[in-house]
């Protein structure tokens, strides 16, 4: 499972100073490996301005857990506050998936 966050208008004030210095202890609790964060971002299509980070865990129930534990709801305003953020958790694909493989999906 994967959590990605695109952190727009981005303010590296005290909250988010608060938030990068806490939110590492709530990942290692639940087994989070950090995949992607990266400002700016090569953008070869369309707009982009954000900053974006792509967490893994083990599986999509996993990341919810995570993203709705304590530990991570008392950090979780402060990057909330520090951007306009959307945050979304996906689940991964199988081993040898492509992309063909969404046409099932189209009928």
Do not use: K
Not at 10 to 33: F, I, K, N, S
């Amino acid at each position: 499972g994967y959590v990605l966050v695109r952190s727009d208008d981005l303010d590296p004030g005290d909250d988010l100073r608060r938030y990068v210095a806490e939110v590492d202890a709530t990942l290692e609790r639940y087994g989070t490996e950090i995949l992607v964060q990266s400002f700016p971002a090569a953008v070869p299509e369309g707009e982009w301005s954000g900053f974006v980070t792509l967490l893994r865990f083990e599986s999509v129930e996993a990341a919810r857990r995570w993203y709705d534990s304590p530990e991570y709801a008392a950090v979780r305003p402060m990057r909330q506050a520090s951007s306009t953020p959307t945050a979304i958790l996906v689940e991964g694909v199988a081993p040898g998936h492509r992309s063909s493989d969404l046409l099932a999906l189209f009928g």
